[in-house]
């Protein structure tokens, strides 16, 4: 059974830091474009970040770029989303999966983050 389990949210500062995790089981993911995604309340998931299989090139929503860094560890089967200078507007719910649909695992519960001014 394949299952995404996303962990590291919490409650910070404006201007703080946090790194999330996203480990996946039942499914190596190693030849798969993953991606961070977000919803916050009241709005629809939009696009985070996301890397290729081999960890060397990544891409960026244009309201966290220069501030978020994704990275994966294809050994341990789990992304990672390093979020510095976090702003009130980046509270949401972080998910993870696979940057395009047909590839896409059923969705883990999320990690939430909430940015306090």
């Known amino acids: 059974q394949v299952q995404l389990a996303e962990s590291g949210g919490g409650l910070v500062q404006a201007g703080g830091s946090l790194r999330l995790s996203c480990a996946a089981s039942?499914?190596?993911?190693?030849?798969?474009?993953m991606a961070w995604f977000r919803r916050a309340p009241g709005k629809a998931r939009e696009f985070v970040a996301d890397i290729d299989w081999s960890g060397s090139s990544a891409s960026y929503a244009d309201s966290v770029k220069g501030r978020f860094t994704i990275s994966r560890d294809n050994a341990k089967n789990t992304v990672y989303l390093q979020m510095d200078s976090l702003k009130p507007e980046d509270t949401a719910l972080y998910l993870c999966n696979a940057k395009t649909a047909d590839y896409r695992m059923p969705w883990g519960q999320g990690t939430q983050v909430t940015v306090s001014s």
């Open positions: 039942g499914r190596t993911f190693s030849s798969y474009v």
